[in-house]
T-cell receptor, first 115, second 110 residues
Framework: EAEVAQSPRYKITEKSQAVAFWCDPI?????LYWYRQILGQGPELLVQ????????DSQLPKDRFSAERLKGVDSTLKIQPAELGDSAMYLC?????????????FGPGTRLTVT | QKEVEQNSGPLSVPEGAIASLNCTYS??????FFWYRQYSGKSPELIMS????GDKEDGRFTAQLNKASQYVSLLIRDSQPSDSATYLC??????????FGKGTSLLVTP
């Protein structure tokens, strides 16, 4: 069964350090999303890609966060420098975006702890 | 701010009972509605999608949508302890990212 892959699964870093997360969407899925989920809250969008183009990054803290999807397949999300408040689960999701179905499927997530 | 509201719970039901989870949303332009199940420490798993008014059944799950009332619900029949999780309601407007509620915690007691 096709799945969204993410790595690493867990990351512990000190504040002011740089961290990077990787996501490989389900094969053929043109739309890729990065969400952040704080404990007790629902996921919130950071950035949405359609192929290699950014569709929505209005909630991405651009002073410290960056995201890219250079070849329209896998994607990297970077934080530099990390802050204590960045501790959360970072989730990648993908959808085919075809027809009327926009079902999004999530990867296992990366649990980030900033100390 | 377009919002999705859910009762945080916990909702406790005995094994074998029907669990009823509710969600309201504020954006009348929303077109697609989803329920995700999330176990503690895991990522959300899609369990139901619904696009038209009415009911949609899939096994023990039934999703109900009423766009006029801006209301979505999920019924779980014959609840099992393995159904104990947080259930996230998500609403989407035509190709944009999902807008999630905070989730309802469900506890099914043996």
């Amino acid at each position: 069964e096709a799945e969204v892959a993410q790595s690493p699964r867990y990351k512990i870093t000190e504040k002011s350090q740089a961290v990077a997360f990787w996501c490989d969407p389900i094969s053929g899925h043109a739309t890729l999303y990065w969400y952040r989920q704080i404990l007790g809250q629902g996921p919130e969008l950071l950035v949405q890609f359609q192929d290699e183009s950014v569709v929505d990054d209005s909630q991405l803290p651009k002073d410290r966060f960056s995201a890219e999807r250079l070849k329209g397949v896998d994607s990297t999300l970077k934080i530099q420098p990390a802050e204590l408040g960045d501790s959360a689960m970072y989730l990648c999701a993908s959808s085919s975006g075809l027809g009327f179905s926009y079902e999004q499927y999530f990867g296992p997530g990366t649990r980030l702890t900033v100390t | 701010q377009k919002e999705v509201e859910q009762n945080s719970g916990p909702l406790s039901v005995p094994e074998g009972a029907i669990a009823s989870l509710n969600c309201t949303y504020s954006d009348r332009g929303s077109q697609s509605f989803f329920w995700y199940r999330q176990y503690s420490g895991k990522s959300p798993e899609l369990i139901m999608s619904i696009y038209s008014n009415g009911d949609k059944e899939d096994g023990r799950f039934t999703a109900q949508l009423n766009k006029a009332s801006q209301y979505v619900s999920l019924l779980i029949r014959d609840s099992q302890p393995s159904d104990s999780a947080t259930y996230l309601c998500a609403v989407e407007r035509s190709g944009y990212a999902l807008n999630f509620g905070k989730g309802t915690s469900l506890l099914v007691t043996p």
